[in-house]
């Protein structure tokens, strides 16, 4: 099923890709993840029309993501953020399939919840892979390299809202292949400074609350974890479904 772009997208100001890395680059975020009932998108962007801008690339207002996730046979990555250690991380590569752009992306869990996001260009033909270049970059953020390789892939459309100091993304129809959200909701994710934007204000104005999640572990849980952490299960249960 494909989730309808929410009509209120239209009534919002558009921004550029370079602007929106000018008004708000944050590549060190807190970030706040919500599950929301997309029946109530439409008043949450109007809500936020007075302050925020709607990415537009060639007329596009939503963007189709195509990500693959890389860990190790043990899940390296994923059990050290069930476990919260302080030195953690999550490494991906990132098509962007309307405009094939792509990207290899490296997050390290920084002070105090904080995120850190490096990333270089990629190929597109190397979407999925780890290169000889792709593991030199992550040595030079990262004190051991494990051994990384392709354990998880997702797709999704993506809509960016931005205004200064903080973006807004909502991931409509995210699908892990052989589990997928259940019809009607979306993820809603915040990112500020401090996570205390003008979009997390709004959000709790609406009665939503941050949940303890990442769509990786949602679907390491999902796919290939056969006891899943519980706050993992929890919303899993809720708001997904499996083959």
Not at 152 to 169: F, H, Q, S, V, W
Request: a positive charge; hydrophobic letters at 40%; proline letters at 5%.
């Amino acid at each position: 099923m494909t989730t309808t772009t929410p009509t209120a997208l239209d009534g919002l100001g558009l921004i550029s890709l370079a602007e929106v890395e000018h008004a708000a680059p944050l590549h060190v975020r807190a970030d706040n993840k919500h599950l929301v009932d997309v029946a109530v998108l439409d008043e949450l962007l109007e809500r936020l029309e007075p302050t925020h801008r709607a990415l537009e690339i060639d007329g596009r207002r939503a963007f189709a993501y195509d990500t693959v996730y890389f860990d190790t046979d043990e899940l390296l990555t994923a059990r050290a953020h069930v476990q919260r250690r302080r030195h953690r991380f999550k490494c991906r590569s990132r098509l962007y399939t309307d405009t094939s752009a792509c990207a290899f992306e490296l997050k390290v869990k920084g002070a105090r919840g904080t995120t850190i996001k490096h990333r270089i260009p990629y190929q597109p033909a190397l979407h999925g892979t780890v290169t000889r270049d792709a593991r030199a970059f992550l040595a030079e953020h990262l004190e051991h390299v494990p051994d990384l390789h392709p354990v998880l892939r997702n797709t999704y459309t993506r809509i960016t809202l931005a205004a200064p100091g903080e973006r807004m993304t909502i991931d409509l129809d995210l699908s892990y292949g052989d589990a997928w959200i259940r019809p009607g909701w979306a993820i809603v994710e915040t990112k500020s400074a401090r996570g205390a934007g003008i979009a997390d204000r709004e959000l709790r104005r609406l009665g939503s609350r941050p949940l303890p999640m990442s769509k990786y572990l949602l679907g390491t849980g999902l796919i290939h974890m056969t006891a899943p952490p519980n706050d993992t299960r929890r919303i899993a249960r809720r708001y997904f479904a499996r083959a």
